[in-house]
């Protein structure tokens, strides 16, 4: 009997506070690299409270492996395989559609998420295209190999995160306070120019999710972020160029050009999930981001 239930996970709720590694060095880097004949890796819905995370949103699967952006997996809707790899509009092309758990497709499938090996191209692998025709899919959630689900596992990871940053919001909130100071003290006013009146702070949930086929463990990465800005304003007199003296014009008009110094706070939890459903998890350190207020060199004052 396979064991299809979310495994519990023992010791505290939000597990120790592991020494991490800076945040941003726990988000893969935004590559797709290649795909080889047959790849291991996760399937995510784009219209999913996941996949809208992973990329624009939208009905369609993304494969993910070993790095943040995704794959696009095309299926044949009937006929002959591919004979060779195909590249980019190749694939739109020869007729293959994009995969969606909406549509009746050969594997299934319709949950949000799964973990899965996929046949790239008809066993041709895949280069730098971004799109590719999965071929033959084989489902490894749900098998003795990995008995849990996908889309189970991930819902069970964001309620936990959410309790998680519940009990240390304070470290998020007092770092983008933190923040806040630094910019209202170095962010003064270019010269001419008025400071605006401050914007209320915005707020942000991201999610990355990726799976390492070496390691066989998946990575999900939840991080909130808080950013912020310090505006000015400068009223400015723009003439229009090139007009000889006594030529019959375009009159001058007033123009408010503005500049914005700004700053972010990104913080958030880690959570690495083996073969079996062991989980651990890292607390991610708030990082900090700021950049100057600048009026365009084009600035006509």
Known sequence: MLLAQTPKVSGPECG????????????????????????QGVLIA????WGTHVHAAGPSYSFVSGAFTP???????????PAQQLRGPEVARVGAQALTPSQPNAFGLT????????????GHGNDTAREFVLSDLRLLDGTPAFPWQLSDVLASLHARYRSCLQKREFDLDAAARRAAARLAQRARPPR????????????GESIYVT???????????????????????????????????GAPCLPGYDETITACARY???????????????????????????QEASFPPSDPW
Request: aromatic fraction near 12%; hydrophobic fraction near 30%.
């Open 192 to 203: 001419g120019a008025r400071a605006m009146p401050p914007q209320p702070d915005l707020t």
């Open 111 to 122: 949950k949000p998420a799964y973990l899965v090996e996929v046949k790239v191209n008809g």
């Open 71 to 81: 794959w696009f997996p095309y299926v044949w809707p009937g006929g002959p395989q």
């Open 264 to 290: 972010g706070v990104q913080s958030g939890f880690e959570f690495v999930v083996d073969a079996k459903g062991a989980r651990a998890v890292s607390f991610l350190p708030p990082a900090y981001s700021e």
């Open 46 to 49: 784009g219209d999913s409270p």
């Open 211 to 245: 799976w390492d086929e070496p390691k066989q463990s998946l990575s999900v990465v939840f991080s909130s972020e808080r950013t912020g800005s310090r505006c000015f304003a400068r009223e400015v007199r723009v003439q229009p160029p090139g007009c000889p003296p």
């Open 16 to 39: 120790p506070l592991q020494k991490s590694p800076p945040f941003m060095r726990s988000i893969p880097p935004g590559t797709w690299g290649q795909l080889k004949p047959t790849q």
